[in-house]
């Protein structure tokens, strides 16, 4: 079993609609990361969270760390939100906490 | 314009031929790594840096040396690549308790 698992893997969802994309993970963390990666292939960091709820914009992020899952949530959805979300959590507290694993990602496309 | 910066973009060598790919900041991070990206299998750590002279493996350190004698800079190594090394790869950065800014990635083929 992977050590972050995202749902889903692909969605689909047309203009407007409110998307929600999972994390879960199983191990310690310091922090967990929401990313972007645009389809040609550069990754933007969204957000980073170590509890709580954090906005930006249309996006939502939260995560509850004793049920160890986070949502990222897209409010009115655009085409331009078509991507990949990555969920990376930072392991550890101490000497391990820059130790980032990889979620394998949720594609989305936002049709008009 | 604060940015990591990765050459080559592109790369093609062959099995055997040593390779540096360099990543320079210009934001005075103190952390910098490096991951690796896969169909099928994502994104995955090779080394980090949490400062000058200070590295240490991610979960795919094989067949990669990296170094950090100045905070800007931190070069991967492929002393002998082979073709399980081509890959999409990505250097980041980010202050102590910061978000990640990544690089544009290096697309590197070994054939």
């Known amino acids: 079993k992977n050590e972050v698992e995202q749902s889903p893997q692909n969605l689909t969802a047309q203009e407007g609609e409110f998307i929600t994309i999972n994390c879960s993970y199983s191990?310690?963390?310091?922090?967990l990361h929401w990313l972007q990666q645009h389809p040609g292939g550069g990754i933007v960091s969204l957000f980073m969270?170590?509890?709580g709820k954090k906005k930006h914009g249309r996006l939502i992020a939260t995560i509850n760390i004793q049920e160890k899952h986070s949502s990222l949530h897209i409010t009115a959805s655009h085409p331009r939100d078509s991507a990949v979300y990555i969920c990376?959590?930072?392991?550890?507290?101490?000497?391990?906490?820059?130790?980032?694993?990889f979620g394998t990602g949720t594609r989305l496309q936002v049709t008009l | 314009e604060a940015q990591v910066t990765q050459n080559p973009r592109y790369l093609i060598t062959v099995t055997g031929k040593k390779l540096t790919v360099t990543c320079s900041q210009n934001m005075n991070h103190e952390y910098m790594s490096w991951y690796r990206q896969d169909p099928g299998l994502g994104l995955r750590q090779i080394y980090y840096s949490m400062n000058v002279e200070v590295t240490d493996k991610g979960d795919v350190p094989e067949g990669y040396k990296v170094s950090r004698k100045e905070k800007r800079n931190f070069p991967l190594i492929l002393e002998s690549p082979s073709p399980n090394q081509t890959s999409l790869y990505f250097c980041?950065?980010?202050?102590?308790?910061?978000?990640?800014?990544f690089g544009s990635g290096t697309r590197l083929t070994v054939v």
């Open positions: 980041a950065s980010r202050f102590s308790a910061g978000g990640y800014t």
């Open positions: 191990v310690g963390i310091s922090a």
């Open positions: 969270l170590s509890s």
């Open positions: 990376a959590v930072r392991r550890g507290y101490t000497g391990t906490a820059s130790k980032l694993t």
